[in-house]
């Protein structure tokens, strides 16, 4: 059986979510929002396998993109993803959390355009009202991690581990 094929089973058994993830998968045609692709989210520096057509990853993915990502971009510009989805071998090779928000597609690594500073992007985060689980600003990185969620908590990590900024 092709992948194709899989896929076609995967529609017919799965409703909604299979629909969505015939839309999303290797074909194309994900909408992904304005300014994002799938593929975006695939990005791995380790040299290991790390797409999916988890039809339950790829509905978190299009949720952290029309949730939060591109709320970011349209008040900040360029957003650039670092690390997006991570299979279970990928999030143990760069030391990620077991429970990291990354395995299911509900978290990325972003770093923002050039002049833009990261800690004024969390605090409107915040002030904003927007809709988030974490945001946490790592000082010893260029990039910050936003996930999907209703917490809304902002960490700051240094040297010394992390400070809760805002617990919700
Ligand atoms: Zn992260």
């Given at each position: 059986?092709?992948?194709?094929?899989?896929?076609?089973?995967?529609?017919?058994?799965?409703?909604?979510?299979?629909?969505?993830?015939?839309?999303?998968?290797?074909?194309?045609?994900?909408?992904g929002g304005?300014?994002f692709?799938?593929?975006?989210f695939?990005?791995?520096?380790?040299?290991?396998?790390?797409?999916?057509?988890?039809?339950?990853v790829l509905a978190n993915i299009q949720a952290l993109i029309d949730g939060v990502l591109q709320?970011i971009?349209?008040?900040?510009?360029?957003?650039?993803i670092?690390?997006g989805y991570?299979?279970?071998?990928?999030?143990?090779?760069?030391?990620?959390?077991?429970?990291?928000q990354h395995?299911t597609g509900s978290a990325a690594?972003i770093?923002?355009?050039?002049?833009?500073?990261?800690?004024?992007?969390?605090?409107?985060?915040?002030?904003?009202?927007?809709?988030f689980g974490?945001?946490?600003?790592?000082?010893?990185?260029?990039?910050?991690?936003v996930s999907t969620g209703?917490?809304?908590?902002?960490?700051?990590?240094?040297?010394?581990?992390?400070?809760?900024?805002?617990?919700?």
């Open positions: 059986m092709d992948n194709r094929t899989m896929l076609v089973i995967v529609v017919g058994g799965a409703g909604l979510l299979g629909l969505v993830a015939a839309a999303a998968g290797k074909s194309g045609l994900f909408s304005k300014n692709s799938l593929s975006e695939f990005v791995t520096d380790t040299g290991l396998d790390n797409d999916t057509d988890d039809p339950k709320p971009r349209d008040q900040w510009g360029k957003v650039t670092t690390s991570r299979s279970a071998e990928v999030n143990e090779a760069v030391g990620g959390a077991s429970t990291s395995l690594d770093v923002m355009a050039a002049g833009v500073d990261r800690m004024a992007v969390v605090e409107w985060m915040h002030a904003s009202g927007l809709q974490q945001a946490i600003y790592y000082e010893d990185t260029n990039h910050l991690h209703t917490k809304r908590e902002v960490l700051y990590k240094d040297a010394s581990g992390y400070r809760t900024v805002y617990s919700g």
